[in-house]
């Protein structure tokens, strides 16, 4: 599983709110992402990190905000929480294939969020 | 920008058929094309990549075909059991480790 941990791994909250969502990797790993997954949407890339301090927006980045102050933690912020920001969120890795040498990506649990 | 298109339909078969998925793409030319498999409530695991020159790959009762003149790539597998049933997703590097995935194809194997 890559050492990927995701907290909390539910969460109800109020519209407004801020929301921080945190994953967590112990194997050192440069890139890490956010995703959010919804029926008829699929994996959508919200933000990534190529290194401590570096991030870069993805397809879906409006309302999210991340931070990445150590190699082994990408926090996602959701700065006022909307309803349409109701989905499962996934946090990634990317590792080198072993037989290939190229980037396949390993996934947390993911992080259910309901937004009332 | 970038469009992933995956069966969208669930796909029932009979177990021991073989199952077969596709996924086409639009707007860009890729340099290899992968394949996860989600179970529910769980991420996506990988499963095999193909790359551009490559027209098949195959990994125990996987195989994957590309067609970059067609921008289609179809994934089997053989022999089905009850166990593969789950949701596959298709997934392309875009501009280097940034990742675009399909909607994914449900599977059901009947027993």
């Known amino acids: 599983d890559a050492g990927i941990t995701q907290s909390p791994r539910h969460k109800v909250t109020e519209t407004g709110t801020p929301v921080t969502l945190r994953c967590h990797q112990t194997?050192?790993?440069?890139?890490m992402y956010w995703y959010r997954q919804d029926p008829g949407h699929g994996l959508r890339l919200i933000h990534y990190?190529?290194?401590?301090?570096?991030?870069d927006k993805g397809e879906v980045s409006d309302g999210y905000s991340v931070s990445r102050s150590k190699t082994e933690d990408f926090l996602l912020t959701l700065e006022s929480a909307t309803s349409s920001q109701t989905s499962v969120y996934f946090c990634?890795?990317?590792?080198?294939?072993?037989?290939?040498?190229?980037?396949?990506?390993?996934f947390g649990p993911g992080t259910r969020l309901t937004v009332l | 920008s970038q469009k992933i298109e995956q069966n969208s339909e669930a796909l029932n078969i009979q177990e021991g058929k073989t199952a077969t998925l596709t996924c086409n793409y639009t707007?860009?030319?890729?340099?290899?094309l992968q394949w996860y498999r989600q179970d529910p409530g769980r991420g996506p695991v990988f499963l095999l990549l193909?790359?551009?020159?490559?027209k098949e790959k195959r990994k125990e009762r996987l195989k994957v075909t590309f067609d970059t003149t067609l921008k289609q790539s179809l994934f089997h597998i053989t022999a089905s059991q009850p166990a593969d049933s789950a949701t596959y997703l298709c997934?392309?590097?875009?501009?280097?480790?940034?990742?675009?995935f399909g909607t994914g194809t449900s599977l059901t194997v009947i027993p």
């Open positions: 990634a890795i990317s590792e080198s294939s072993f037989d290939t040498g190229i980037d396949t990506q390993y």
């Open positions: 194997e050192n790993h440069r890139y």
């Open positions: 990190s190529y290194g401590v301090k570096d991030t």
């Open positions: 707007n860009y030319s890729p340099a290899y």
């Open positions: 193909i790359r551009e020159n490559e």
């Open positions: 997934a392309l590097d875009i501009t280097g480790n940034q990742f675009y």
